[in-house]
């Protein structure tokens, strides 16, 4: 670790939330997640760090590590205060800049990570999408439940490699997919033996985004040419009419992939690079 920082990190409470909010409004698709979550309900003091007073930069500091805002010193804050706590956390997400620096602090302290994604970029939707949607692509019902898990599954341990149903928190997980299929925000499209071809989740909304994440299903049966493409855009726009906003959406990885100009056809702009680290 660097020397002690001069700036204070210190919980955040509801005395926080309207500096809160000017930060992550300020970059309100890096932090459409965090957004989503303060929508709900402000996480729990010990989750919200800030730096400054006037409030500079937070950071979500729950099961994921997210920061919000700020430059390099308050980043070295960030990490010097949370190298000082054993680590509770599976990864770090965000804007490239700012886990850059607080992986290179927390290294030290935590240890190698498992994975690091230098460039995982953000689609961002902002105007009407200039495709025809997939009839065949709809909100999952409840009974659909057992056969939309493997799909999801599947696509949750080839992004993140954790097989989240193996794991200790797979109670968690299922519920998790249950909530999101009883408010409409799993789609999915099947067969004609009901297996899942075609998946996502609008599994974070906000008053000014969505995010919609998991395209397609790994280990099933492929739908026909251009299905992931309009199922894509149909998702889409669900996503949007349920916050009449733009929408974020989740790339997967980074690598030699056309889906580039595929999204750019789609009318989706890349915004943010950003790292992910999983232990």
């Given at each position: 670790m660097t020397a002690?920082?001069?700036a204070?990190?210190r919980?955040?409470?509801?005395a926080?939330?309207?500096?809160?909010r000017?930060?992550?409004?300020?970059e309100?698709?890096a932090?459409?997640?965090?957004?989503?979550?303060l929508?709900?309900?402000?996480p729990?003091e010990r989750?919200?760090?800030g730096v400054?007073e006037?409030l500079?930069?937070?950071c979500?500091?729950?099961?994921?590590?997210v920061?919000?805002?700020?430059?390099a010193?308050d980043?070295?804050a960030?990490?010097?205060h949370?190298g000082?706590r054993?680590?509770?956390?599976?990864?770090?997400?965000?804007?490239a800049?700012?886990?850059?620096?607080?992986?290179s602090e927390?290294?030290?302290?935590?240890?190698?990570?498992?994975a690091?994604?230098?460039s995982?970029p953000?689609?961002?939707?902002?105007r009407?999408?200039p495709?025809?949607?997939?009839?065949l692509?709809?909100?999952?019902?409840t009974y659909e439940?057992?056969r939309?898990?493997p799909?999801?599954a599947?696509?949750?341990?080839?992004?993140?490699?954790?097989?989240?149903?193996g794991?200790p928190k797979?109670g968690?997980?299922?519920?998790?997919m249950a909530?999101?299929?009883?408010?409409?925000?799993?789609?999915v499209?099947t067969?004609?033996?009901?297996d899942?071809?075609f998946?996502?989740?609008v599994?974070a909304v906000?008053?000014?985004t969505?995010?919609?994440q998991?395209?397609?299903?790994?280990?099933?049966?492929?739908?026909?040419?251009?299905h992931?493409?309009d199922?894509?855009?149909?998702?889409?726009?669900?996503?949007?009419?349920s916050v009449g906003q733009?929408v974020r959406q989740?790339?997967?990885r980074?690598g030699?992939?056309?889906?580039?100009?595929?999204?750019?056809?789609?009318g989706?702009n890349f915004?943010?690079?950003a790292?992910?680290?999983s232990?």
């Amino acid at each position: 670790m660097t020397a002690l920082p001069t700036a204070t990190v210190r919980p955040l409470g509801s005395a926080d939330a309207a500096a809160l909010r000017g930060l992550i409004d300020a970059e309100p698709y890096a932090n459409a997640v965090i957004a989503a979550r303060l929508d709900s309900a402000l996480p729990p003091e010990r989750e919200l760090l800030g730096v400054g007073e006037p409030l500079s930069a937070a950071c979500y500091a729950g099961g994921t590590v997210v920061p919000i805002g700020g430059d390099a010193p308050d980043w070295t804050a960030l990490a010097d205060h949370l190298g000082r706590r054993r680590r509770t956390c599976s990864s770090i997400v965000g804007p490239a800049d700012a886990v850059s620096v607080l992986w290179s602090e927390l290294s030290p302290c935590w240890g190698p990570a498992r994975a690091v994604r230098a460039s995982q970029p953000l689609l961002v939707l902002e105007r009407p999408v200039p495709i025809r949607a997939d009839r065949l692509v709809r909100p999952a019902q409840t009974y659909e439940l057992a056969r939309y898990l493997p799909a999801a599954a599947a696509m949750f341990d080839e992004e993140l490699g954790i097989a989240p149903l193996g794991g200790p928190k797979w109670g968690a997980y299922i519920t998790r997919m249950a909530d999101l299929i009883a408010s409409g925000r799993a789609l999915v499209r099947t067969d004609a033996h009901g297996d899942v071809v075609f998946k996502a989740e609008v599994a974070a909304v906000s008053r000014r985004t969505a995010q919609v994440q998991g395209v397609g299903a790994p280990g099933s049966p492929r739908p026909g040419p251009g299905h992931h493409r309009d199922g894509g855009c149909d998702r889409v726009r669900v996503a949007a009419g349920s916050v009449g906003q733009p929408v974020r959406q989740r790339f997967q990885r980074a690598g030699p992939t056309p889906v580039r100009p595929a999204r750019h056809a789609a009318g989706r702009n890349f915004v943010d690079g950003a790292v992910l680290m999983s232990w």
